[in-house]
């Protein structure tokens, strides 16, 4: 088993009726002896990958989505750019998902989301995602009101029907050559509350700082049932939940990339070969080329 593999295997969660986060430790360093051997496998992941996607966008057959869910200051950010930064940027492409805009409510929640998937050949990237419809609406549901969908179709079995939509959707992009993965970075309360505390002490990270993020801190524990019943309900083998312990930027970054690199792997990419006509006419111009000044 690759390196890659042994690493993000136990932070992939590919079914789970029952998930709890519990078991999950948001410290974890697990599988490294230091941060430095952390940041050795780093840099030989991020070189992994870069050869991976080399072959994924040559290739031009796979798409790849990596979602990217978690509290506020749990280091969505820093890890997209850290684990994205030996790729080649003509293959990948960033989407934010914010609070929906008047023309996103006036359709229906995956259409915002659906506009931004990856071309065959790149890889994409959803900082937030539909599932933000699971979590922050969830957890207020006033939210909901704001789509205006029609009331009859508004009952107690709205967010379960949401979770066998999205398992719907994903599974028609598996279908489709789109490879979902996804990715919960688990920060523990203390931790962000330190991590909060860091963007009102230094200057430079005072620009981070949204009083906003510090009232959404109040209802955490809404949010670790809504992510709970998310991750138990959307876990499925072809696109699974990777449950990153957060809490160590460092770590969190690792397992991301391992977890990518795998996932690359996986899909044995090759580079297209060349059939004996598209030979023959290479080796023409070849010597065509060699013939002219
Ligand atoms: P950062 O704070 O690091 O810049 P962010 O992703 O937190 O990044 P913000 O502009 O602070 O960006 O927050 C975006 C907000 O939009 C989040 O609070 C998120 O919950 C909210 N949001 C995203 N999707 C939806 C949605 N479908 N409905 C309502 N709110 C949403
Ligand atoms: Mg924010």
């Known amino acids: ?83 994205m ?11 934010s998902f914010k609070a929906p805009s008047s023309e996103e409510l006036n359709h229906d929640f995956l259409w915002r989301t659906t506009k931004c998937l990856p071309e065959r050949g790149h890889i994409g990237i959803f900082n937030r995602s539909y599932y933000e419809e699971v979590l922050v609406v969830r957890v207020h549901p006033d939210i909901l009101k704001n789509e205006r969908l029609p009331e009859s179709l508004v009952t107690r079995d709205v967010w379960q029907q949401r979770f066998e939509d999205i398992c719907g959707f994903e599974n028609y992009l598996a279908h489709n050559g789109v490879v979902v993965r996804k990715f919960f970075l688990n920060v523990s309360k203390k931790e962000q509350k330190r991590r909060f505390m860091e963007r009102l002490d230094s200057p430079e990270k005072n620009w981070k700082f949204s009083a906003a993020d510090v009232k959404e801190r109040q209802c955490w524990d809404d949010y670790m049932t809504a992510y709970e019943e998310m991750i138990s309900a959307t876990s499925t ?27 690359l792997k996986d899909l044995k990419l090759e580079y297209p070969t060349v059939d004996p006509n598209r030979r023959k006419q290479l080796l023409v111009s070849r010597a065509e080329l060699q013939k002219k000044k």
């Not at 519990?22 to 974890?28: C, E, G, L, M």
């Not at 930064?85 to 989407?95: A, L, R």
């Not at 312990?245 to 690792?254: Q, V």
């Open 1 to 83: 088993m690759s390196w890659a593999s042994k690493l993000s295997k136990s932070y992939r969660i590919d079914a789970a009726k029952n998930f709890k986060l519990k078991h999950f430790d948001p410290a974890s360093t697990a599988h490294v002896q230091s941060k430095e051997h952390a940041q050795e496998l780093l840099a030989k992941g991020i070189a992994e990958m870069a050869e991976y996607q080399d072959r994924l966008y040559a290739q031009d057959r796979w798409a790849v989505l990596l979602i990217f869910q978690a509290m506020d200051a749990a280091g969505k950010d820093g890890a997209i750019k850290h684990v």
């Open 85 to 95: 930064s030996g790729v080649n940027p003509q293959g990948c492409q960033v989407f």
């Open 237 to 263: 083998k072809n696109s699974p939940w990777y449950v990153v312990p957060a809490d160590n930027k460092w770590y969190t970054r690792l397992v991301v990339a391992a977890a990518i690199v795998d996932t």
